[in-house]
């Protein structure tokens, strides 16, 4: 199955910031996501990355707020903007491999905005 | 959007105990996976099973889609099995692949 390299695995950073999360994926895979897990809660889908054009975002994210990009079909970038202490999160990114079946999943990056 | 129910939501074993999981899903998926998140965060895929049964190891998993719910099974289960356990579903169409999580089990398997 792909193998995701997600960066950084974790960040401590001031309200107002911006931080920009890069996934890696081994192989090429047909879609990617970013999902958003709140602490104690379960995971959020925040968008689908979309190869050479704008994400789908899903209800309640904006790209103004999360923008996000997949030049090509291994790699995606998750931007967190204007970052306030509602942030706080593990922000997640999985793919889908391209002969299909299961997600696999970036090791998660675990942001604290002070 | 479709809603994905977990029980029980907390679930504390001694090493070497059965147990099983159950996920209920409040409309039609085709796409149903079970996924593993480790005390440090990262998300193991367990299984994906829209329908039937699968075996790996002492874990399997039934989907019965027609009824919209899913069992994971953990048999003889061990310390490195504690973790919170997620299944997530969807329906795969021409325009996308997406899941929705569930709320979650949270495991603790004791000595």
């Known amino acids: 199955s792909a193998v995701i390299s997600q960066k950084p695995s974790r960040d401590i950073c001031q309200r107002g910031t911006s931080l920009t999360i890069q996934c890696q994926v081994d192989?090429?895979?047909?879609?990617m996501f970013w999902y958003r897990q709140q602490p104690g809660q379960s995971l959020t889908l925040i968008a689908t990355a979309n190869q050479g054009s704008e994400a789908t975002y899903e209800s309640g994210f904006v790209i103004d707020k999360f923008p996000i990009s997949r030049p090509n079909l291994t790699f995606s970038t998750l931007t967190v903007s204007n970052m306030s202490p509602e942030d706080s999160s593990i922000y997640l990114c999985?793919?889908?491999?391209?002969?299909?079946?299961?997600?696999?999943f970036g090791s998660g990056t675990r942001l604290t905005v002070v | 959007g479709i809603q994905v129910e977990q029980s029980p939501p907390d679930l504390i074993l001694q090493e070497g105990a059965n147990s099983t999981l159950r996920c209920n899903f409040s409309?039609?998926?085709?796409?149903l996976q079970w996924f593993h998140q480790n005390p440090w965060g990262q998300l193991i895929n367990l299984f994906y099973i829209p329908s039937g049964t699968k075996q790996n190891g002492r874990l399997s998993a039934t989907t019965v889609a027609t009824e919209r719910y899913s069992l994971l099974y953990i048999s003889s289960s061990q310390t490195t099995d504690s973790g919170v356990y997620f299944c997530?579903?969807?329906?795969?169409?021409?325009?996308?692949?997406?899941?929705?999580f569930g709320t979650g089990t949270q495991l603790k398997v004791e000595l």
């Open positions: 997530a579903g969807g329906l795969i169409t021409g325009g996308g692949n997406k899941l929705t």
């Open positions: 192989s090429q895979v047909t879609m």
């Open positions: 999985s793919a889908i491999p391209r002969q299909g079946g299961g997600y696999t």
């Open positions: 409309d039609s998926v085709n796409n």
